[in-house]
């Protein structure tokens, strides 16, 4: 039977009919939704309705807006995603915010050159409050759409820039090293005492002092990673951090950063030789600290990426815990960005990695592709309805894109990351439980998946759609 449900505030009426789970129950729950109305008094006299699809837009679109705006942390989209159906921007002043709402026939791509332009539909504080209650009413209301549920994530910590500039944070090292240059000009006027030193035999043979960095060999000058770490951004708290070693998870690291380091040094000015920093990251990407390996390095570091990019903990003081990468960065003058390990792995986990790697390894080139186009949309949709079934939420921060395999019988046979972000966090997502030992030799169609940031799930032929 039909059902309606409808959340009524002084500047926001949202408006849903659908079907209920039990035609023979009046109190069951509203399972299947037809048509969604959105009236906006003050704002607009349109009316916004649509499907699930702009539901969901719509409670995205506000969940994610509201935590912007409550935290003043920005999430910016990926670079290069299509427009969502409904995205809300901040206006020209701090009360005005504008509703942006794709205008386009039902199964229509966003970006049809027919589509309509959107509707841009400019919200007071007040009223973007009561479209946020009104969303927050239906994510609560246990009888509407029961599978509707709100997605939160965590802001990366690297979107977060620190609260003071690199010139501030600076200014207590460059007064100490000032402070240090004076006494030693005092000093040096203070003649030396004449006396004949001793050496305990039990000290000359102790053993030289523990590196600062984990992992950090010795230098080629007989010091260790404990003297480097003192004129770094944060190395000396890496004391105690135990270190990766896995080289898959090390060689995916490694693609990450390079990738953001050569997006930001794109139109930095060019050195005149290589400035070369040792750094270290974390198991989800984040730079946690980096120190200066030749003195062009230090004289530039204002000019590379490095002190926007290092994530600045609240408390600097405190040691990291977590488990730390280490490379070598090398900016070249060429525009070229550098990163090389500094972990030499084991044999166990030289054998570990090549596992691994194997487990995740590019798929072999499609010979015997599914041609019948009603097929390829049958395996589609199974494929979506398959992965949606066990999709929990991920801890991912920007879009995990994969190319999966499947046989003309709808068994997947293979999957292989497309980014970074997917290889390191593909065990979050249900593809390794879909994976089946299926007829290798059978008529197979690949597919594009897509985990996106926002918790959406997007399943589409990798070929593009048959005619």
């Known amino acids: ?101 794709q205008q386009r026939p039902l199964g229509e791509p966003i970006n049809d050159v027919n589509a309509l332009p959107p509707l841009d539909i400019q919200l007071t504080t007040v009223q973007f409050y009561d479209l946020m209650e009104a969303v927050d009413q239906l994510l609560a209301d246990t009888q509407t759409l029961p599978d509707m549920k709100a997605q939160f994530q965590a802001v990366s910590r690297r979107l977060v820039r620190p609260t003071e500039p690199m010139t501030k944070r600076a200014a207590p090292a460059a007064l100490g090293a000032a402070a240090l240059a004076a006494a030693g000009l005092a000093l040096f006027f203070v003649p030396l005492p004449e006396f004949e030193p001793t050496r305990p035999e039990s000290e000359a043979s102790a053993p030289a002092a523990a590196s600062a960095v984990p992992g950090d060999p010795p230098r080629a000058d007989g010091e260790t990673g404990a003297a480097v770490a003192s004129d770094g951004d944060g190395l000396d708290r ?55 390996e030749n003195d062009l390095a230090l004289e530039e570091v204002d000019n590379t990426p490095l002190p926007q990019l290092t994530f600045v903990p609240v408390a600097g003081a405190e040691p990291v815990r977590e488990r730390v990468a280490q490379f070598v960065a090398t900016f070249t003058p060429d525009g070229e960005v550098r990163l090389e390990s500094t972990e030499t792995p084991t044999e166990a986990d030289a054998s570990e990695a090549d596992t691994s790697e194997a487990d995740a390894a590019e798929l072999p080139t499609l010979e015997d592709k599914v041609t019948d186009g009603d097929r390829i949309r049958e395996l589609n949709s199974d494929l979506y309805d398959s992965i949606l079934a066990e999709l929990e939420p991920l801890s991912a921060n920007e879009d995990l894109r994969f190319r999966v395999r499947l046989t003309e019988a ?39 998946v897509v985990f996106t940031e926002r918790g959406v799930l997007e399943v589409n032929p990798w070929d593009g759609w048959p005619q």
């Open 410 to 448: 709808g068994e997947v046979v293979g999957y292989e990351p497309v980014n970074a972000a997917a290889g390191l966090l593909a065990n979050e997502t249900p593809l390794p439980n879909l994976v089946t030992a299926a007829d290798s030799t059978a008529n197979q169609a690949d597919f594009q």
């Open 238 to 292: 890496l004391e105690g951090a135990p270190a990766i070693t896995d080289a898959a998870t090390i060689a995916l690291l490694q693609s990450d950063v390079t990738q953001r380091l050569q997006e930001a040094w794109a139109d930095a000015p060019r050195p005149s030789g290589d400035l070369a920093y040792r750094m270290a990251v974390s198991e989800d990407g984040d730079i946690l600290g980096y120190q200066y």
């Open 1 to 101: 039977m039909t059902v309606q449900r409808q959340y009524t505030l002084p500047h926001c009426n949202l408006v849903l009919e659908g079907l209920s789970a039990d035609a023979n129950d009046p109190l069951s729950p509203l399972a299947v939704l037809m048509n969604a109305e959105c009236h906006l008094p003050g704002a607009t006299d349109t009316t916004l309705t649509g499907g699930r699809e702009f539901l969901d837009s719509l409670v995205a679109a506000v969940s994610r807006y509201g935590q912007q705006l409550l935290s003043g942390v920005p999430y910016p989209r990926a670079t290069g995603a299509a427009p969502p159906m409904v995205e809300i921007k901040p206006g020209d002043l701090p009360y005005h915010h504008h509703l942006i709402v």
